[in-house]
């Protein structure tokens, strides 16, 4: 049974950085795309950026050219690297994964981590 354990979030002021770490334990050879998700209060869980097995990565407008995915040194590890912070970024950040989502939207991702706390203070 496939896990995803995130690791990483804390609280930064503005214009600071944070790293993310999505650890997969488990079978993790069929699910080919793993992806960052974002959720603040009140508000729906949005895509902020996945990578496939190629590492090929694609991006929200929203944090183009501030935050960026890779995969890890550690095997199955996918990072996100995220630089520029701002209030907005404040949110719990998930790792989710599955082997074909057609879109970065939460419904098309199937396994699930319990999040890590991301906030930024002005």
């Known amino acids: 049974q496939v896990q995803l354990v995130e690791s990483g979030g804390g609280s930064v002021q503005a214009g600071g950085s944070l790293t993310l770490s999505c650890a997969a334990s488990?079978?993790?050879?069929?699910?080919?795309?793993i992806a960052w998700f974002r959720q603040a209060p009140g508000k729906e869980r949005e895509g902020v950026a996945d990578i496939d097995s190629d590492g090929i990565a694609t991006y929200a407008d929203s944090v183009k050219g501030r935050f960026t995915i890779s995969r890890g040194g550690a095997k199955n590890t996918v990072l996100l690297h995220m630089n520029s912070l701002k209030p907005e970024d404040t949110a719990m950040y998930y790792c989710?994964?599955?082997?074909?989502?057609?879109?970065?939207?939460?419904?098309?991702?199937?396994?699930w981590g319990q999040g890590t706390q991301v906030t930024v203070s002005s």
């Open positions: 989710a994964a599955d082997q074909s989502p057609r879109t970065m939207d939460a419904h098309e991702y199937s396994l």
């Open positions: 488990g079978d993790t050879y069929s699910f080919a795309f």
